[in-house]
């Protein structure tokens, strides 16, 4: 039974939690991998350079819009495929545990079943631009 009472602050809990987690990561990538480290990274993957930048703009402008409740359930969805897609290119091989050199898949699979999450439940309490529902 879904408490409806209190769901809406749910999903604005988790979609704070998410956005603030994302501008971390985000940050990561910019002041201690650095930018041209990541693209370099991207490279060393087989991948567009180009691609990089356009993680760390998903990542930066994804993260603002959860915290903000800015359409977060279709914001969410990109940033999803992008952390499966983390699972399959970079840490799907180094094992579950992201205690594992070079991180494990739990992690990013947490990540992505809270971002689903979100998509299923919507923006929740206090967003700024709700996205429509569709009524069944």
């Known amino acids: 039974m879904i408490k409806t009472s209190t769901a809406p602050y749910a999903a604005l809990l988790l979609r704070v939690s998410l956005g603030i987690m994302f501008l971390a990561h985000v940050a990561l990538k910019v002041f201690v991998f ?33 915290i903000l409740g800015i359409y977060a359930p279709w914001v969410a969805l990109p940033l999803a495929a992008e952390m499966l897609g983390t699972i399959v290119l970079v840490h799907g091989a180094n094992g579950w545990l992201f205690t594992n050199k070079g ?8 990540w992505t079943v809270g971002l689903i999450a979100l998509y299923l439940l919507g923006d929740g309490a206090m967003a700024l631009k709700p996205a429509q529902t569709v009524r069944s």
């Not at 480290?37 to 402008?61: D, K, R």
Request: overall charge negative; hydrophobic content about 55%.
């Open 34 to 66: 650095t930018v041209p480290g990541f693209v370099g990274f991207f490279g060393s993957l087989g991948l567009p350079p180009i691609l990089a930048y356009l993680v760390i703009a998903l990542e930066f402008f994804g993260g603002i819009a959860l």
């Open 103 to 110: 991180g494990g898949w739990e992690y990013p699979a947490f």
